[in-house]
């Protein structure tokens, strides 16, 4: 053997030595091992169907099987059904608390148990150049929409703290650009003609297609006197504004400062006067999400006949329309 140089595993056996395996052998037996381990798609699924939304995002990324389980529309329908029969839970959102900054949004979370209430997280979101107040629309299946008439309508998730930016609709155009000559607009042709952008505006309702499952934001605002309000509305999957016929509303205007509420497929808006202030001649405005056709119907039988408007209020109460009329010495009848 003279002469010769010994192999590695000669000289480890010479000295006695051992050596860790290395880094990549070390992974490749650990794999090995993992990969003896089978879980059945079904508890997989059982596990996830539980975790909060913020893991379930993370875990998209794990491997294709899980992205398309995560995001089908039955895991949703699964989860979401889940998460209502742990208890109910409130959102607070608010932009313009005391000592608070004008471009900052807050919100908190609040779950209800039958006996406490349980504070959730609580988030700060800033606007950096926004200076105004923001209008904020109602929730729809945690969704909400806040906006201006000219800051674009931003659409937030506040469990995953996802935000969408949409388009500008044709009434914040008006109200950013006109009279402005330079500023050319799309050519649109608006249903009626608007004599005062920033008089018209309302407040902007968000609902589900009971049919499709599609959300759709609705921004429906009083025009002139003559005409029936204008619609906007814009479906979530396509991001594009489109106006809606609303002739079937003849005369009626929408009641001003009122936040449209959805419920079992619908929104509903209560009625003003000419101008779009309250009036005792109240009724109600349903639009169908899925067929988009509208309809003016009375209010029920216990509301006052001659009920102002603004002692009249809307909600949605577990998926159901809830009315009730505000009477004397604070009473309250739903």
């Known amino acids: 053997m003279s002469g010769k140089t010994s192999s590695r595993g000669q000289q480890d056996e010479i000295s006695g030595e051992k050596h860790e395996p290395t880094p990549t052998k070390e992974i490749k037996r650990r794999r090995k091992e993992f990969e003896k381990i089978h879980i059945p798609n079904e508890i997989v699924e059982e596990i996830l169907v539980r975790l909060p939304v913020k893991s379930l995002t993370r875990f998209q990324t794990v491997s294709k099987h899980w992205r398309t389980l995560i995001t089908s529309k039955y895991f949703g329908k699964r989860h979401m059904a889940l998460e209502k029969s742990k208890g109910c839970k409130l959102l607070f959102v608010c932009d313009d608390f005391v000592d608070r900054a004008e471009d900052t949004l807050f919100l908190k979370t609040v779950a209800l148990e039958k006996t406490s209430v349980s504070e959730g997280d609580e988030q700060d979101f800033e606007f950096e150049g926004y200076k105004g107040f923001l209008d904020i629309s109602e929730s729809c299946d945690g969704l909400v929409c806040f906006y201006d008439t000219t800051r674009a309508v931003e659409v937030m998730n506040p469990t995953t703290t996802m935000f969408i930016e949409l388009p500008l609709l044709r009434i914040q155009q008006l109200c950013i650009y006109k009279p402005n000559p330079e500023v050319e607009l799309e050519p649109v042709q608006d249903p009626n003609p608007v004599l005062d952008p920033v008089m018209t505006c309302s407040q902007i309702g968000v609902g589900k297609d009971s049919v499709s499952g599609s959300y759709k934001l609705v921004w429906m605002y009083n025009t002139s006197p003559a005409t029936p309000p204008t619609c906007e509305v814009l479906d979530l999957d396509g991001k594009k504004w489109r106006f ?53 119907i009375q209010t029920p039988p216990f509301i006052t006949r001659d009920a102002s408007g603004d002692k009249i209020g809307l909600c949605n109460l577990d998926g159901r329309l809830c009315i009730s009329e505000l009477k004397k010495d604070c009473k309250q009848e739903f």
């Open 244 to 296: 809606v016929n609303t002739t079937s509303l003849d005369h009626h205007q929408i009641l001003c400062d009122q936040r449209p509420v959805f419920a079992n497929g619908s929104l509903y808006w209560l009625t003003g006067d000419e101008e779009g202030y309250a009036t005792t001649q109240t009724k109600l405005i349903v639009l169908d999400l899925h067929t988009e056709m509208f309809q003016v």
